[in-house]
């Protein structure tokens, strides 16, 4: 009722509003001078003022209270009795006029200050809703980015998954971990260790101490085997990223675990070929050329032989030919060895490297030698072609980059491991260099991870370089063999 008043009050126009005050003046007016004079009526006068000063603003509500002064005034005239001074009803009027002016000031102030009370409100209103309409379309955009983002991790292969650096709870991982780990996503956001416990026992360790060291927040390269609960062996490749915060300081850890496995397989197979055709060529060098080059050797002696019964000057040439010939016989015998170097039922790993060392040694006029401290004879022929070629990787790129004066290879038996080291006394690795670049050092990391060894490269304290292999001698030696 009250805001139905209020509004037609407020589509009434000045004049009107001013004009129905002035009535409503004049009737209190009238009925004040009516009444006795002890009755007062000022209180009546003061709705009209106030109605007028709100609605129809400041100039009209002194209008009106101007006018009951003066209705006032009369009133008063009217009740003066005889004897009576004559300023009082003057005095009377002027005092509720001064009051009336008071009520429109203060009313009028009221007004004002109501008036910026509702348009700070309104401003602030449409700010929040400003705000609102702003974090909702930031909403709808990180939900839009969200579920674009679940789409992409979820539609591919390869595993994405993020880490909290503090606590190592796992904040997401995509449904791929199901298909490459054989395990659930549930399993690892319940206990963030599941997987690193799914990881093969050979690459276990390597990778904890990985987990645990201070360059996991720089994140990490790494690739391992992973065993499903079904027995299966899967290989993955496993990149992690620091995720930053706005003070620069590492807060999550993101990556991307990629299986490998038929990559593995195939470069497995590849190698396994060009293994086989080495060790062909190198045959078919042993077995036809330097045959050949030997019965042409054969021939050319028994040339300069007859050649010197003649007394004939061609007689030096045709030995010095036959010497030729005597010298590329060995050098083929040295290539072929050096393509098929391991006879695992005859000579075994330790007479190949000590071929090996001789060869580079006759070749480069380096001195080369090969140490153990004891008998090692590898019963896995892979295993051992793989330790050979890694043994000749590290000596030719010692060879080709280390400008060394001494090589040592060495094969021995520590405890539950086999070593095989190479080192020199050369220029060494430069700092900047990275283990993973190259194709030999590539080649070198592949071989040792088929046989579930590990190796380091690292600079020696004075100079040279020292590359190390380590195996588990359970994975290449049967027990009845191992190094005494």
């Given amino acids: 009722m009250l805001r139905h008043v209020i509004g037609w009050l407020n589509r009434r126009s000045k004049a009107s509003l001013i004009a129905t005050a002035l009535v409503y003046v004049a009737l209190v007016g009238t009925v004040d001078g009516l009444t006795p004079a002890a009755v007062l009526f000022a209180i009546f006068y003061l709705p009209a003022i106030m109605l007028v000063t709100w609605f129809a603003g400041k100039g009209a509500g002194v209008l009106i209270a101007v006018a009951s002064g003066i209705a006032w005034l009369i009133a008063g005239q009217m009740l003066a009795t005889t004897g009576s001074p004559a300023f ?38 449409h700010e929040l809703k400003m705000e609102i309409d702003s974090h909702q379309r930031t909403e709808d955009r990180l939900r839009a980015g969200e579920e674009r983002f679940r789409q992409l991790a979820e539609g591919i292969n390869e595993v994405f998954w993020m880490t909290d650096i503090e606590n190592k709870d796992v904040i997401y991982v995509s449904p791929a971990y199901e298909m490459v780990w054989g395990r659930t996503c549930a399993s690892w956001y319940e206990s963030s260790g599941s997987r690193l416990e799914a990881i093969h026992p050979e690459d276990r360790d390597r990778i904890l101490q990985v987990a645990e060291s201070k360059q996991y927040k720089d994140g990490y390269d790494e690739e391992y085997r992973v065993v499903r609960p079904d027995g299966a062996v899967r290989w993955v490749h496993d990149r992690a990223f620091p995720v930053y915060d706005k003070t620069g300081a590492v807060y999550r850890l993101a990556g991307i675990a990629e299986d490998i496995t038929q990559r593995k397989q195939l470069e497995k197979k590849v190698l396994e070929v060009s293994d086989q055709e080495q060790r062909r060529i190198g045959q078919d060098l042993h077995d036809g050329l330097c045959q050949h080059l030997t019965a042409t050797m054969f021939a050319s002696k028994i040339l300069a032989e007859e050649l010197a019964l003649k007394s004939r000057t061609e007689a030096a040439q045709a030995t010095q030919i036959a010497e030729f010939i005597e010298r590329a016989i060995s050098q083929a015998r040295n290539v072929a060895r050096g393509l098929d170097p391991v006879k695992v039922a005859t000579n075994g790993l330790m007479s190949a490297l000590e071929e090996l060392a001789a060869t580079i040694q006759d070749l480069y006029r380096i001195r080369c030698v090969f140490r153990s401290d004891g008998s090692v004879l590898i019963d896995d022929h892979a295993a051992a072609i793989h330790l050979y070629r890694i043994a000749q990787e590290a000596v030719n790129n010692a060879v080709k980059h280390g400008k060394p ?79 005494v």
């Fill in 88 to 125: 009082i009803p003057y005095w009377n009027a002027l005092t509720g006029l001064a009051v009336f002016l008071a009520v429109v000031f203060l009313l009028s102030a009221v007004k004002r200050l109501n008036e910026r009370l509702e348009e700070r409100v309104e401003q602030r209103t």
């Fill in 405 to 483: 004066t001494q090589i040592e290879i060495g094969l021995d038996a520590v405890g539950e491991k086999l070593i095989l080291t190479v080192q020199d006394d050369g220029v060494g690795l430069r700092e900047s260099s990275d283990r993973r670049n190259g194709m030999g050092r590539h080649t070198m990391n592949y071989r040792a991870n088929m046989i579930g060894a590990s190796l380091q490269f690292h600079r020696r304290a004075d100079a040279g370089t020292v590359v190390t292999c380590t195996v588990p001698k359970n994975l290449v030696m049967h027990p009845s063999k191992e190094g």
